[in-house]
């Protein structure tokens, strides 16, 4: 039985498959990585990555192939 890859929508939570480039500062996130999708672009994500405060630490554009379905919620 062949296996169905879901698509990645607004709100999913997703994980990093390889670290990620900060977009607010330098370094990156790395791979396992989970956060928020808060906007979809088609081929990219902006992935809402927060604190343990609620905060929100970083919201980099990530390309679809670097993200993991983590929980569907869209």
């Known amino acids: 039985m062949a296996t169905v890859k879901q698509a990645i929508g607004e ?18 996130w790395p791979a396992g990585t989970e956060g928020t999708v808060v906007m979809d ?10 604190g343990e405060q609620g905060e929100t630490l970083d919201m980099p554009t990530v390309p679809v192939e670097k993200l993991k379905l983590v929980k569907k919620y869209s």
Request: no cysteine; glycine share 8%; net charge negative.
């Open 11 to 28: 709100i999913d939570v997703v994980a990093f498959t390889e670290p990620i480039a900060k977009f607010e500062s330098t370094g990156t």
């Open 41 to 50: 672009y088609g081929e990219a994500k902006m992935v809402e990555i927060v």
